[in-house]
């Protein structure tokens, strides 16, 4: 009997399975979120629970599931697809690298120093009634960061999950005098270590409390060091660097974080305006541009300021792979890199086109919305 695959939804995850003989042998879940890309909302369909009983492994299913969840995702409208898995499997699907890890240390003794600013802030652990607080700081702290979740009060689950998947975390609110929520902070569920997986905070002062209370932790805990495993650019992890530290950063060969565009069309128009805005802040700004762009996946094109004279006209041709076209639009790749590969053509102006739309961003996605 040949193998079925059958879906069912659940709030916002879908769930797809192979199904032989009546029995479910493979399955994997699709949440259908959203991401920040260029300041604007864009629908991912991410992929996530992948498994296999045991006995039928080695015989394709996998490989069948991953081939109809790109075109259920494709078919259901989401403008591109993530995963946070295996290496050498994904990018048989279209999946590239994308999203890099960042680590940084602090030494214990240099975080007791932040004990020079703190504030007369009340901790407390963090309660359902945060929640709104908790994403609402969040949200505006990572609007303009490439591929990052964008949280719901109604359907954010917390902080579930630490540093791994199989890591609970655990968490706190700063309050001030009045009661006002003034920072949260969240971090591995750990009796030896101290690893933060998020900071933020409506008054930037009261970084000195969170981090002179993680050093209070690594004390404790008599470990030599806080470890934030958060994007290298964020507030916080610029903050502790006035007291010293060492920031590490993994970009995967082909595993870990990965992604692909599912309908290259639409996600481009979605962009646009965005992208406008970044022409208008360039040499380009009032001229009639259009940039042609083909991959596996179809020609789009681009075209911005149509209605200014045709003589200030300039344009620009790129041929590429919808893989590689992805690590330039979340800005994982830079122009000059993606251009320097094997089978990628470019005329005219469409190297510093590319340079000017796509350049500029850090992808990141916070250890609280993996899946």
């Known amino acids: 009997m040949a193998a079925k695959v059958q879906s069912r939804v659940e709030g916002r995850w879908h769930h797809l399975e192979v199904r032989k003989g009546g029995e479910a042998v493979s399955q994997l879940a699709v949440p259908d979120l959203s991401i920040w890309l260029q300041g604007v909302q864009v629908r991912m369909g991410g992929i996530g629970a992948v498994a296999t009983k045991p006995e039928h492994r080695m015989k394709g299913y996998a490989r069948t599931l991953l081939a109809e969840s790109v075109r259920y995702m494709t078919g259901l409208g989401q403008d591109v697809s993530m995963l946070f898995g295996i290496s050498d499997f994904y990018n048989k699907f279209g999946f590239q690298p994308c999203l890099p890890e960042h680590h940084t240390r602090i030494a214990t003794r240099d975080a007791e120093r932040a ?18 607080f ?11 960061r490439a591929c990052a979740v964008v949280r719901d009060a109604k359907t954010f689950r917390g902080f579930r999950k630490g540093t791994t998947f199989w890591t609970k975390a655990t968490s706190f609110v700063l309050e001030d005098a009045r009661g006002e929520r003034v920072a949260y902070a969240a971090f591995d ?32 805990r008599r470990t030599g060091q806080v470890e934030l495993h958060m994007a290298r650019d964020h507030a916080f992890v610029r903050f502790a660097r006035r007291y010293g530290c060492r920031v590490e950063s993994d970009y995967p060969r082909m595993g870990a974080g990965m992604m692909r565009i599912l309908n290259q069309g639409p996600l481009l128009r979605k962009l646009r305006p965005a992208l406008a805005k970044r022409l208008d802040q360039s040499e380009y700004s009032g001229r009639r541009v259009r940039l042609t762009i083909e991959t ?28 590689k076209l992805t690590q330039l639009v979340v800005g994982y790749r ?34 609280a919305d993996k899946f």
């Open 115 to 132: 004990a020079e600013g703190t504030m007369a802030l009340n901790r407390r652990p963090i309660r359902e009634d945060d929640r709104p």
């Open 134 to 144: 908790i994403v609402r700081l969040y949200n505006e702290d990572n609007r303009n």
């Open 189 to 220: 569920e750990n009796a030896t270590e101290v690893k933060v997986i998020e900071v933020n905070a409506t008054d930037r002062r009261a970084f000195w409390t969170v981090l002179h209370e993680f050093a209070k932790m690594a004390v404790e």
């Open 296 to 323: 596996d996946l179809g020609t789009a094109d681009l075209r911005f300021h149509m209605t200014a004279p045709s003589r200030t006209a300039v344009g620009g041709r790129l041929k590429v792979g919808q893989g």
């Open 334 to 367: 830079r122009a000059d890199d993606v251009l320097g590969d094997p089978g990628v053509e470019s005329e005219g102006e469409a190297a510093r086109l590319l340079t000017v739309l796509f350049g500029g961003q850090e992808p990141y996605v916070w250890e």
